[in-house]
């Protein structure tokens, strides 16, 4: 509709110039028709031009651009604490007692459980313990009968020297067989300087002990042997008897009747357990008697009555365990002897001894 606006105005103009302009005296111009359309045609090109430069831009339409809608707030589980071991209260480590006693090793040194006596027959028993505690033990410390038989012993017993927690001690105590067969069995327990008793194993702890079995000596009548009197004949010998027989403990100074196995006798000895000119334990025969060491095996009669017997003392530290001595009584009678213990520390000597009848 515009460009026909344009070209009607243009050509309105063209029409104008040329009717104002004067008539040439001479003939009339003749319309070149070429010309004008590509003069209007030049002229409509620039209108348009000019035209389009001057026309403002279109915007363009917002279009309908759905818009996201807002994120949702979603319910996002929350992270849990992580669990955590609650750290449990610290075990106490249990505190061992002030006085405590534990067993050695082993504990009965001497007179092992239900170990036969005769009846009145004296020994030494001898414990081992070690201080499990956390407090020293002095002198004032003393082993304490607690229960059952006495056997003769002291009522109380110091010990021999301080003992530090974990270190061991001998305590010997002196008893004597009861008379009557059977089984005798002595408690004892430990008392501090306080006056409190204690044992082995915590608290008030348990009794140490040594248990016996009393025997009666077996002296068997010799059975008599007939006699022929139609043949003369020699009366056959009876088989030699024990006189008497059975285990001993010496103590350095104790004496020994052989014909009794009674220590320190009124009625006789015929040994003294005695310390030599530089401390060494020996036995020393006494009144009479005489003694041989023998050997490894147990002697015969024969054996003893053979044997070079001599009122020689023997060195104690030269015997091993096991061995056997013969010796001659005060009395005359023939035996023999075997060595089956000895402590280094309290000098304490076991014996077992057998001693036959007198022929």
């Known amino acids: 509709?515009?460009?026909?606006?344009?070209?009607?105005?243009?050509?309105?103009?063209?029409?104008?110039?040329?009717?104002?302009?004067?008539?040439?005296?001479?003939?009339?111009p003749t319309l070149n028709a070429t010309q004008v359309y590509q003069t209007v045609q030049a002229k409509l090109t620039e209108a348009i031009a000019l035209t389009q430069s001057r026309l403002p831009t279109?915007?363009?339409?917002?279009?309908?651009?759905p818009v996201p809608p807002p994120p949702q707030a979603t319910d996002t589980p929350s992270a849990l604490?992580?669990?955590?071991?609650?750290?449990?209260?610290?075990?106490?480590?249990?505190?061992?007692?002030?006085?405590q006693a534990a067993p050695g090793t082993p504990i009965d040194?001497?007179?092992?459980?239900?170990?036969?006596?005769?009846?009145?027959?004296?020994?030494?028993?001898?414990?081992?313990?070690?201080?499990?505690?956390?407090?020293?033990?002095?002198?004032?410390?003393?082993?304490?009968?607690?229960?059952?038989?006495?056997?003769?012993?002291?009522?109380e017993v110091a010990l021999p020297s301080g003992v530090a927690p974990g270190e061991s001690v001998d305590i010997s105590v002196e008893m004597t067989a009861p008379q009557e067969p059977g089984t005798y069995q002595s408690n004892w327990k430990l008392r501090n300087a306080g006056g409190v008793i204690f044992g082995i194993g915590p608290g008030e702890g348990l009794p140490f002990y040594v248990r016996i079995k009393v025997v009666l000596i077996n002296t068997p009548?010799?059975?008599?042997?007939?006699?022929?009197?139609?043949?003369?004949?020699?009366?056959?010998?009876?088989?030699?008897?024990?006189?008497?027989s059975g285990p001993v403990t010496l103590l350095i100074s104790d004496t020994l009747d052989l014909d009794t196995n009674l220590v320190n006798s009124a009625a006789g000895m015929d040994l003294l357990y005695t310390s030599g000119a530089d401390d060494t334990p020996q036995l020393?025969?006494?009144?009479g008697a005489?003694?041989?060491?023998?050997?490894?095996?147990?002697?015969?009669?024969?054996d003893c009555?053979?044997?070079?017997?001599?009122?020689?003392?023997?060195?104690?530290?030269?015997?091993?365990?096991?061995?056997?001595?013969?010796?001659?009584?005060?009395?005359?009678?023939?035996?023999?002897?075997?060595?089956?213990?000895?402590?280094?520390?309290?000098q304490a000597l076991n014996l077992s001894i057998f001693t036959w009848e007198a022929q």
């Not at 020994?123 to 009968?145: E, M």
């Open 1 to 28: 509709m515009n460009k026909l606006r344009i070209l009607s105005l243009l050509a309105l103009l063209l029409s104008g110039c040329t009717l104002l302009s004067p008539a040439p005296p001479t003939a009339e």
């Open 58 to 65: 279109a915007t363009p339409a917002p279009s309908d651009t």
């Open 81 to 99: 604490p992580a669990a955590t071991d609650t750290p449990s209260a610290p075990t106490a480590t249990p505190t061992a007692p002030c006085d």
């Open 109 to 155: 040194v001497t007179i092992p459980d239900d170990t036969e006596m005769y009846p009145g027959q004296v020994f030494v028993k001898t414990w081992r313990l070690v201080n499990a505690g956390t407090c020293p033990w002095t002198t004032d410390y003393k082993a304490v009968w607690f229960s059952g038989e006495q056997m003769g012993a002291p009522a």
């Open 221 to 244: 009548t010799p059975t008599a042997t007939p006699t022929v009197t139609l043949l003369p004949t020699k009366t056959p010998q009876a088989t030699p008897s024990a006189h008497v």
């Open 284 to 287: 020393q025969p006494q009144g």
């Open 290 to 302: 005489q003694m041989a060491v023998f050997g490894d095996t147990k002697p015969e009669l024969a």
């Open 305 to 346: 009555q053979a044997a070079a017997l001599s009122s020689d003392p023997v060195a104690v530290d030269s015997i091993a365990l096991g061995t056997y001595l013969c010796y001659r009584t005060d009395e005359g009678r023939f035996g023999w002897m075997r060595v089956t213990g000895y402590l280094t520390d309290t």
